[in-house]
Every structure is written in C-alpha cells, then in structure tokens.
C-alpha cells in the first residue's frame, strides 16, 4: 500500500519530497534496476504511480525527467522531435542551418546519452551550434547536483498511447540505443563520468497505467510489474502525517485525529462503491479531504461535512 502526498496549495507535487515507501515497492524498483527492465506501476488513479518516480529520483539524488502520454504519442517523441515547421521558416528566409539545428532531444535521449542530448546528436569534436539545453526537473535541493550518470524517467499513463506505442520503446528500452532518423545519429548509452561498481543500472525508467487499455503482452513480459494496493486506513493516516511534516512543517495530534476520521469515511465510500460497480476513491481524494478539512475548519462531525464528502469522495456521475 502505498500514497503520494500533495502540498498544501492545491497541486500534486511531483517533488520526491515525501511518499509512503512499501517493501514491496522498494523492492520492485531494485529488482528492475538489478534487472535493467522498465518498472511498470499498475493501480487505481489517485494511487500514488506517478509520484514514485521523483522519490526514487530526489532520493539517489539522481536526474529526474518526465513525459505525460497523449493518444497523439509517439515512440519518438520519448526520444526526440524535429522541428520541420522552424527548418522551412529559415529556408525560407535563406538562413542556412544544419539538420541538427531542428532536433530537441527529450526525456530518454537525456537520460541515456546527456552530453550526446546537449550537442543536438552532432558528433563529437564538431562545431557545437546552440547547445540543447537539459530539461531535468529540479527536485534537489539547491546545493545539491544531481548524478550526471544517472537518471529516472517517468512514462505516465502509457494505456492513453494508441496501441503500437510501447512494442516500438522494445529496442531503446531494451538496448538504450535508437537512430535519430533525421540526421542518422546513432545515439548509445554513454559510460559513466566516474567508475561505478555497482552492478544495478544507472537508469530507471518508470512506467504507469490506469488500465483503460491493455498493454501488449510482449511489452509487459519485458516490464517488473508492481500493482499498488489500496491502504488500510493505518496506512492513510501515515501517509497524512507524511504530507504534513512536508509540505505543512509539522503535524498535531488534532491533525492525526482528523486524519483518522476522514480514513475512516473514505473506508466507507471505497466500500459502497465496490459494491455499486464504481470507481472507488482513492489516495488523493483523501488528501485533498484532509486539505479542505484544515483549511475551512470543517470536521467530520460538521454540518458541512455530507456535502464535502459528496464533492471530494463521492463524485456522482448524475445529478441527485
């Protein structure tokens, strides 16, 4: 059982400052870095799989990068894009640049090969051009550099892909390795800056799905598949107390209180909407219960308190 915390102004924040760790899970990520496999998280929305990625990131103190899928992702746009509409304009305008000039480097071409992302592809020893620049998230502190030779990239909601999307990432997850097709460039994984004697890998990739369409067998067979569970409601108030020793500076016993009477409605409503057929809340309704809670006062006991529940937890799919 695991759960994300969110911060106090309203957003999830995909900072790795806090997340409830299981066994489990912490062994799923070291299994798929001892095996090189993607680590593929399946679960209910809400469930915490998109934020375990910065974690593990802000945690090994490893670069972190993240590409949200659309029904209109390609493979390669995991891997780069060219800008053929800014080549034409300089054509155009008789502004002669090289082919490398269009290409933008994304998130796995940064986290394989960084220094052949920041020179566009263009071999080594050539002149530069303008240098590509690092789209990393910042999720370290100030004084803290990340690993040059390390990364964690988050994939999240692959099932949104149209189908032939994962089988084309087999070959640059498998291999690290692709062609840009535009140049020819051979991009590889490039060795570490500083001798590692570690035998896990130095890139993880971390991978999520809602279940709205089922993942190729071939993909899921090359994946360590990790299902996050529902918490119990122990686990929902530690979660709390997680979210607001973070993002809040500290918790009161008042707090945990609070926390344990909304764990315990949110048991409820998970409950009933198992036994309707509908999706159950999850996690983040929880959270963003406690926020509201704290923020107007309210308590489960309050008058305001059924109809809170209905906005947040309940969320009918008509009008009642």
Known sequence: MTGAVTGSDGVDNRDGRAYAMTDELSLAVD????????LLLRGDPGSGKSSLAAYV??????RYYEHVVTSRTE??????????????????????????????PRALWWAFAPRSAARRGRPAGEPDGTPA????????DDDQAP???????????????EPDLPNNLLVPLGSQEFVVTHTGTRVRREP????????????????????ERELPRAF????????????????????ARMHLDAYDGGHTVQDLQLARAIADELMEVQADAD??????PSTAEFLDALRACRGLGITVRSSAWPQLRKLLMVKPDHAE
């Open 57 to 62: 990131a802000r945690k090994r103190g490893w």
């Open 133 to 140: 620049v690092d789209p990393a998230h910042r999720i370290h």
């Open 147 to 161: 690993s040059a030779d390390h990364a964690v990239v988050l994939i999240d909601e692959i099932d949104k892909s």
């Open 75 to 104: 493979a390669h746009d995991l891997l780069w894009t060219f800008d053929a509409v800014r080549k034409l304009a300089d054509a155009q305008a008789s502004r002669v640049l090289d082919e490398y000039a269009y290409v933008e």
């Open 275 to 280: 036994r309707s057929a509908l999706r159950a």
């Open 192 to 211: 570490p800056e500083r001798p590692d004697p570690t035998p896990l890998a130095r890139h993880l990739v971390v991978l999520t799905t809602n279940e």
């Open 220 to 239: 899921l067979r090359r994946c360590v598949v990790a299902w996050l569970r529902r918490p119990d409601a122990d686990r929902l108030v530690m979660i």
């Open 31 to 38: 299994v798929a870095l001892a095996t090189g496999r993607p």
